[in-house]
T-cell receptor, first 113, second 110 residues
Framework: DQQVKQNSPSLSVQEGRISILNCDYT??????FLWYKKYPAEGPTFLIS?????DKNEDGRFTVFLNKSAKHLSLHIVPSQPGDSAVYFC????????????FGKGTRLSVIA | DSGVTQTPKHLITATGQRVTLRCSPR?????VYWYQQSLDQGLQFLIQ???????AKGNILERFSAQQFPDLHSELNLSSLELGDSALYFC?????????FGPGTRLTVL
């Protein structure tokens, strides 16, 4: 049973526009969420995170929004650049911090010049 | 460069065989995490070691085992390999919320 779901396997966006990647979760014990980015032939790299006490966290062009009541989070990239083309994984962990991260299946973002 | 190294990069073997994947964590990191990424699957957590001791276990098959050595490097042993074990295997080090991933080992079972 997938506790973290990324329902869009792929997304294409034009350079300069906004990219919105979505993630849904089912476990109400999750209270910390992360986004990882993965280029081909490399391991995932941490991008941005958000705690459940916040509903938004911003880091440069990247903003993560959390809607706890809907158990939904999204990653916004503005403006999108060709170098953002990668697979983006959403991950979550519960409040204890002692359990492993649970990852979604990823969304492949293609930014077209 | 994450500072996490994994060897080998690629491994091709036959069904029924046994392989060992190796991971060296970032300097100073005590935890090592192993993940499997199969086709169309996300990163599935397998197992975590902390300073030589098993800390958490995920969806790791009984045919798979791991250990962490005194120098903190870790090995993931996969035995009686099946076609379905073909995947990318990643190791990561750090702490739960900030994990640094290695480049992965691509295992192909023929």
């Amino acid at each position: 049973d997938q506790q973290v779901k990324q329902n869009s396997p792929s997304l294409s966006v034009q350079e300069g526009r906004i990219s919105i990647l979505n993630c849904d979760y089912t476990n109400s014990m999750f209270d910390y969420f992360l986004w990882y980015k993965k280029y081909p032939a490399e391991g995932p790299t941490f991008l941005i995170s958000i705690s459940s006490i916040k509903d938004k966290n911003e880091d440069g062009r990247f903003t993560v929004f959390l809607n706890k009541s809907a158990k939904h989070l999204s990653l916004h990239i503005v403006p999108s650049q060709p170098g953002d083309s990668a697979v983006y994984f959403c991950a979550a962990r519960d409040y204890s911090g002692n359990t492993p991260l649970v990852f979604g299946k990823g969304t492949r973002l293609s930014v077209i010049a | 460069d994450s500072g996490v190294t994994q060897t080998p990069k690629h491994l091709i073997t036959a069904t029924g065989q046994r392989v060992t994947l190796r991971c060296s964590p970032r300097s100073g990191d005590l935890s090592v995490y192993w993940y499997q990424q199969s086709l169309d699957q996300g990163l599935q957590f397998l197992i975590q070691y902390y300073n030589g001791e098993e800390r958490a276990k995920g969806n790791i098959l009984e045919r798979f085992s791991a250990q962490q050595f005194p120098d903190l490097h870790s090995e993931l042993n996969l035995s009686s390999l099946e076609l379905g074990d073909s995947a990318l295997y990643f190791c990561a080090s750090g702490v739960t919320d900030t994990q640094y991933f290695g480049p992965g080992t691509r295992l192909t079972v023929l």
